[in-house]
């Protein structure tokens, strides 16, 4: 009987046993043989080769990844060749786009024009990943593919060394570029691996891990002025400065669409900081040196700045930086010269509101006037609003008697408060070198003489343009010497300001 038992237990017991052995392969067949081949890329599916522009090969590839909604992506790169179709010497400099949040149906239709520019204009190799993603885990750093522990940077480095094998390239640390979440992507990587990661350059950038001591990457940290991410990257830039380490921090202009999206003077200053990483790291045995041995250095708000060209230091000085300071700190100057183009034949003095609910801010307009011949010129408008007006009175006699400036009309331009104030200085002043005063939403009368453009209107033949939405009140019907009051529609706040105000400027 107790044979029999045993007999029982045993043939229980191996049955067991065989369920678990086969479990075991059926599970790495499936997970745990996806999960290698997600390490191994060069496993996968051959890259398909396109012949589409003379000297680049332009490829693309599936790659099995079993992440967080990416079963497969969708890899593309372009690769520069010589005449027999051989990659260049250059092509060695692997450069990856960060893709962002949203990105994944534009990267499987190709590469985009600035991603070309690395390879057409720079000879340097790209690639990007098509990879969907939603916005339901961007916090979740085990599955949000920007974040280290969602495990998506062995997959990219495994990409580089795909190619970089496939093509008989010399492997070299990664250059990375990214635009928003692919930003902050780019920054997160270059924390991680410093020894994978030679640079990262990147516009809109939100997240960011802290840097480590030893880090010596390089980086290029840009935001469009107004983007939401402006104060996360100065913390970073802070953070990293803390170690001893550079951060190139500038806020620059928009695409014209909204005040997230990087536009042309975003990519312009990627392309050079990365060409001249490039640079430097063949100037220096294989290594970009430490920024002390970067071959331009300035002063920028009291700390040594360090460039990697002259020419990238001279696209650097077109950057309104005086401009965004003065707009987001307190202890800012009054008055700042916005950075113009060639030779100009007029200067307009803008003042804004800083509490302006305008979804144009005051860069967007003195960027739009610094491509039309004007010397742009911001002045701020505090809390203290009489010493704003004593400010503005001084900043503007100042302006009317810069010799380099004295054949030039002035036109003084303002919104709400900024412009009340403003508008009230210029009559105050009355050269008539001011051709024009132009307001938008602000009041004609305060019991404040300091605020109030009809106290000096009387003394001033200066002539007065004041506009008025429907959400502001109006002089009313009674005419003003010298000055016109025009109704304008209320969503008239946009694009159709800047038109009106290049016109009334001429």
């Not at 000879?123 to 750093?141: E, N, P, Q, Y």
């Amino acid at each position: 009987m107790r044979n029999e038992k045993k007999s029982r237990w045993l043939v229980w017991l191996m049955g067991i046993l065989l369920l678990v052995v086969a479990g075991k392969t059926v599970s790495w067949f499936t997970w745990e043989r996806e999960m290698w081949q997600t390490r191994k890329p060069e496993k996968t599916v051959a890259a398909k080769v396109k012949k589409t522009v003379p000297g680049i090969r332009e490829g693309e590839f599936t790659l099995k990844v079993n992440r967080y909604l990416n079963d497969k992506i969708t890899v593309r790169y372009l690769i520069p060749v010589d005449k027999n179709g051989r990659p260049k010497p250059s092509a060695s400099n692997v450069v990856c786009y960060a893709p962002y949040n949203g990105d994944a149906a534009e990267i499987q239709r190709g590469l985009k024009p600035w991603h070309w520019y690395f390879t057409e204009k720079l000879g340097f190799t790209i690639f990007s990943l098509a990879i969907k993603t939603d916005t339901k885990v961007t916090h979740d750093r085990k599955k949000y593919y920007i974040f280290p522990e969602a495990g998506w940077y062995e997959i990219f480095f495994g990409i580089q060394e795909r190619i970089e094998k496939e093509n008989h390239l010399e492997h070299r640390p990664l250059l990375m570029v990214g635009e928003s979440s692919g930003g902050s992507m780019a920054q997160m990587m270059s924390a991680s691996y410093p020894d994978r990661v030679a640079a990262a350059a990147w516009c809109g950038g939100s997240k960011y891990d802290p840097v480590g001591k030893g880090n010596r990457s390089a980086w290029l940290a840009l935001n469009t002025w107004g983007c939401y991410g402006i104060p996360n990257t100065r913390i970073f830039q802070r953070q990293a400065e803390t170690q001893g380490q550079q951060v190139l921090r500038a806020e620059t202009a928009t695409n014209g669409e909204d005040h997230h999206s990087a536009g042309e003077m975003s990519y312009h200053l990627m392309h050079i900081f990365i060409r001249d990483m490039v640079n430097l790291r063949d100037r220096n045995g294989g290594k970009i040196p430490p920024v002390e041995e970067w071959p331009v250095c300035r002063e920028q708000n009291g700390k040594k700045r360090y460039f990697p060209s002259a020419e990238f230091a001279a696209c650097w000085d077109r950057v309104p930086h005086e401009v965004n300071r003065q707009l987001e700190n307190d202890a800012g100057p009054v008055m700042a010269v916005f950075p113009y183009e060639g030779p100009v034949d007029r200067i307009v003095i803008y003042a804004d509101e800083g509490n302006d609910n305008f979804s144009v801010l005051p860069q967007d307009v003195l960027y739009d006037l610094s491509h039309k011949k004007v010397l742009p010129i911001s002045f701020k408008v505090g809390d203290n609003y009489r010493q704003d007006f004593e400010q503005m009175k001084q900043a503007l006699t100042d302006v009317l008697k810069n010799p380099e400036w004295r054949e030039l009309p002035v036109y003084v331009v303002g919104r709400g408060i900024g412009g009340q104030i403003l508008a009230a200085a210029a009559l105050a002043n009355g050269n008539k070198r001011i051709a024009g005063i132009v307001t938008f939403n602000s009041e004609y009368e305060n019991p404040f003489d300091h605020m109030s453009i009809a106290a000096h209107r009387n003394d001033s033949v200066l002539p007065l343009r004041m506009y008025f939405d429907k959400t502001a009140m109006s002089p009313g019907m009674k005419p003003i010497p010298h000055t016109e009051v025009i109704s304008v529609d209320e969503e008239d706040n946009n694009k159709k300001w800047l038109a009106r105000l290049n016109a009334v400027i001429r």
